[in-house]
């Protein structure tokens, strides 16, 4: 592996640590309230803020796209807390709708823009290849002041105090890694040791750290997508879990 290899997987395998750090405990959180949609339509929500961004002409200014894509998902946060408090029989329909709605809206905004096929491929799968100095630090403190707010908000239980930080974890992430990617760090290392009792937080990392790892060594070698390959590869990581405890 040559310098340069390792100066393109190395930031992006930190930005996939940064990730991992606070996507699986949120998403132990989101597969224990049984709120699966939650993430992909708070994600969505996040990704439609970029692109109205996009659309104002402002992604020379990068705080201010951050900005308004943290407000696109705390009002999406908003909408899911009621919409887990008004109806919780069919809180996954509503939320699913939800996520549907918003990725219909970011299509039909960038509809007559010339990029939007390459604009759209980038939310979705993510430039995790690309990262910067600049984000891998921004998103390493925003990390460490979630994850501490998390635990205070643990105690709490309020429904808006987790969509809320859950909201904030996945607008960084989004322009991170994509949301395929978000939605498979939250979901796959939480269903892959959701039967463990111990030693579980430890084994959900080390099949997310696998499945980046060996995700952006594939897409080194073989020219593929990181992103779609670090999906696949976090999901083959993950299944010998599964594997092991239906044996059991």
């Known amino acids: 592996m040559n310098t340069i290899e390792l100066d393109i997987l190395l930031p992006a395998f930190v930005a996939g640590l940064l990730v991992l750090a606070t996507h699986i405990p949120f998403g132990m959180r989101v597969l224990q309230r049984g709120v699966i949609f939650a993430d992909l339509a708070v994600a969505q929500i996040a990704g439609l803020g970029v692109v109205i961004a996009g659309l104002l002409g402002l992604t020379a200014q990068p705080l201010l796209v951050q900005l308004i894509a943290a407000t696109s998902a705390l009002c999406g946060a908003a909408l899911l807390t009621w919409i887990e408090r008004s109806a919780p029989e069919v809180k996954e329909a509503g939320i699913g709708l939800t996520f549907v709605l918003a990725a219909t809206l ?95 937080m430890a084994i959900a990392y080390a099949v997310g750290v696998a499945g980046y790892a060996a995700g952006l060594l594939l897409s080194v070698w073989f020219d593929l997508p990181a992103g779609a390959a670090i999906v696949w590869m976090m999901v083959l990581a993950g299944v010998p879990m599964l594997l092991k405890r239906k044996a059991n």
């Open 106 to 200: 970011g299509i039909l905004l960038m509809s007559r823009d010339v990029h939007a096929g390459e604009h759209l491929k980038d939310l979705l799968v993510g430039q995790i290849l690309w990262v910067g100095q600049t984000q891998l630090v921004a998103t390493a403190l925003l990390s460490a002041m979630l994850l501490a707010l998390w635990r205070i908000a643990q105690q709490r239980h309020g429904h808006f105090a987790f969509y809320a930080l859950f909201a904030l974890a996945v607008t960084a992430s989004v322009q991170l890694v994509g949301i395929y990617l978000v939605f498979a760090s939250l979901i796959v290392p939480a269903l892959a040791t959701h039967k463990l009792k111990q030693r579980r």
